[in-house]
Protein backbone atom coordinates (compact mmCIF):
# COMPACT_ATOMS: atom_id res chain seq x y z
CA UNK A 1 0.00 0.00 0.00
CA UNK A 2 2.72 2.39 0.76
CA UNK A 3 4.00 1.96 -3.44
CA UNK A 4 0.53 2.79 -4.20
CA UNK A 5 0.50 5.82 -2.14
CA UNK A 6 3.66 7.02 -3.63
CA UNK A 7 2.58 6.18 -7.11
CA UNK A 8 -0.79 8.50 -6.37
CA UNK A 9 2.02 11.78 -5.16
CA UNK A 10 3.97 11.03 -8.10
CA UNK A 11 0.75 11.40 -10.67
CA UNK A 12 0.04 14.05 -8.30
CA UNK A 13 3.21 16.04 -8.59
CA UNK A 14 3.06 15.12 -12.41
CA UNK A 15 0.14 16.85 -12.66
CA UNK A 16 1.77 19.84 -10.76
CA UNK A 17 5.28 20.07 -12.91
CA UNK A 18 3.05 19.44 -16.42
CA UNK A 19 1.28 22.79 -15.85
CA UNK A 20 4.49 24.78 -16.13
CA UNK A 21 6.07 22.79 -18.50
CA UNK A 22 5.62 22.13 -22.22
CA UNK A 23 6.00 19.72 -24.42
CA UNK A 24 9.67 20.35 -25.00
CA UNK A 25 9.91 18.37 -22.09
CA UNK A 26 9.35 15.30 -24.63
CA UNK A 27 11.23 16.12 -27.06
CA UNK A 28 14.46 16.35 -24.71
CA UNK A 29 15.61 12.89 -25.48
CA UNK A 30 15.10 12.62 -28.91
CA UNK A 31 17.54 13.62 -31.41
CA UNK A 32 16.27 15.21 -34.24
CA UNK A 33 18.06 15.90 -37.51
CA UNK A 34 15.49 19.19 -39.05
CA UNK A 35 16.47 21.56 -41.98
CA UNK A 36 12.75 22.49 -43.07
CA UNK A 37 10.46 24.17 -41.06
CA UNK A 38 7.69 21.87 -42.12
CA UNK A 39 9.84 18.90 -40.57
CA UNK A 40 9.72 21.18 -37.68
CA UNK A 41 6.18 21.54 -37.70
CA UNK A 42 5.30 17.84 -38.01
CA UNK A 43 7.83 17.35 -35.52
CA UNK A 44 5.83 19.61 -33.02
CA UNK A 45 2.26 18.69 -34.13
CA UNK A 46 3.90 14.66 -33.12
CA UNK A 47 4.77 15.28 -29.88
CA UNK A 48 1.30 17.33 -28.90
CA UNK A 49 -0.41 14.35 -30.40
CA UNK A 50 1.59 12.37 -27.95
CA UNK A 51 1.31 14.12 -25.22
CA UNK A 52 -2.51 14.87 -25.97
CA UNK A 53 -2.97 10.48 -26.11
CA UNK A 54 -1.05 10.22 -22.63
CA UNK A 55 -3.45 12.35 -21.03
CA UNK A 56 -5.93 10.51 -22.28
CA UNK A 57 -4.73 7.62 -20.46
CA UNK A 58 -6.01 5.81 -17.48
CA UNK A 59 -4.14 7.11 -14.59
CA UNK A 60 -2.64 3.86 -13.72
CA UNK A 61 -1.87 3.08 -17.58
CA UNK A 62 -0.52 7.00 -17.47
CA UNK A 63 1.37 6.37 -14.66
CA UNK A 64 3.29 3.05 -16.26
CA UNK A 65 3.61 4.75 -19.51
CA UNK A 66 5.78 7.62 -17.81
CA UNK A 67 7.73 5.19 -15.86
CA UNK A 68 8.41 3.00 -19.32
CA UNK A 69 9.75 6.59 -20.84
CA UNK A 70 11.99 7.18 -18.00
CA UNK A 71 13.75 4.13 -18.62
CA UNK A 72 12.44 2.35 -16.02
CA UNK A 73 12.79 -1.98 -16.15
CA UNK A 74 9.50 -4.21 -15.92
CA UNK A 75 10.66 -4.83 -12.27
CA UNK A 76 10.91 -1.71 -11.00
CA UNK A 77 7.49 -0.61 -12.92
CA UNK A 78 6.19 -3.43 -10.92
CA UNK A 79 7.53 -2.96 -7.66
CA UNK A 80 6.19 0.83 -7.99
CA UNK A 81 2.47 -0.17 -8.98
CA UNK A 82 2.09 -3.71 -7.96
CA UNK A 83 1.47 -5.53 -10.50
CA UNK A 84 3.24 -8.02 -12.05
CA UNK A 85 5.69 -8.21 -14.35
CA UNK A 86 4.30 -9.54 -16.89
CA UNK A 87 1.08 -7.64 -16.17
CA UNK A 88 3.42 -4.49 -16.86
CA UNK A 89 4.49 -5.92 -19.69
CA UNK A 90 0.91 -6.58 -21.30
CA UNK A 91 0.33 -3.08 -20.39
CA UNK A 92 3.11 -1.44 -22.35
CA UNK A 93 2.51 -3.70 -25.33
CA UNK A 94 -1.34 -2.73 -25.34
CA UNK A 95 -0.39 0.70 -24.30
CA UNK A 96 2.19 1.24 -27.25
CA UNK A 97 -0.61 -0.63 -30.18
CA UNK A 98 -3.34 1.59 -28.70
CA UNK A 99 -0.28 4.61 -29.59
CA UNK A 100 0.04 2.97 -33.13
CA UNK A 101 -3.08 2.88 -33.84
CA UNK A 102 -4.27 6.65 -32.91
CA UNK A 103 -0.94 7.90 -35.12
CA UNK A 104 -2.34 5.39 -37.93
CA UNK A 105 -5.22 7.23 -38.06
CA UNK A 106 -3.99 10.59 -38.33
Keep these: ?3 RIALNVAISSY ?3 KKFKNHDSISE ?15 ENNLKQLQDFINELKEIDKAIILLYL ?10 ITGFTET ?12 LRANFSKK
Aim: aromatic fraction near 6%.
Design 1 to 3: WMY
Design 87 to 98: NVATKINRIKDK
Design 15 to 17: RQE
Design 70 to 79: DDKSHREISE
Design 29 to 43: GLIVFEEKPEDKTET
